[in-house]
């Protein structure tokens, strides 16, 4: 049984920082992409960032230059550094991956809340 657990959300003052953190665990071949979406309240979930085995990364244009994803292969984890946090970053951030366990399939984390006050 593959899970994605989440960590490190929590509330914090607008310019602040918080880092998350998500572990995957089970039995699993490989992960390929692993990424961060979020999805705010009466919105659609975003896509925030993601990385790729090779290393590459890519950002939605409104968290550029003050967001990072980072992964730790090892340990089967994906990091979200986030600083000069917004108000409007407030979200529930969930962890994405693609996992090969028999087959490829994507797979979600149960959330966790980022509040951002002003």
């Known amino acids: 049984q593959v899970q994605l657990v989440e960590s490190g959300g929590g509330l914090v003052q607008a310019g602040g920082s918080l880092r998350l953190s998500c572990v995957a665990s089970?039995?699993?071949?490989?992960?390929?992409?692993m990424g961060w979406y979020r999805q705010a309240p009466g919105k659609q979930r975003e896509l925030v960032a993601a990385?790729?085995?090779?290393?590459?990364?890519n950002y939605v244009d409104s968290v550029k230059g003050r967001f990072t994803i980072s992964r730790d292969g090892a340990k089967n984890t994906v990091y979200l550094q986030m600083t000069s946090l917004k108000v409007e970053d407030t979200a529930v951030y969930y962890c994405?991956?693609?996992?090969?366990?028999?087959?490829?399939?994507?797979?979600w984390g149960q959330g966790t809340q980022v509040y951002v006050s002003s």
């Open positions: 089970g039995s699993f071949f490989s992960i390929k992409t």
């Open positions: 990385t790729t085995t090779g290393g590459g990364t």
């Open positions: 994405n991956a693609d996992i090969v366990s028999g087959a490829l399939r994507t797979y």
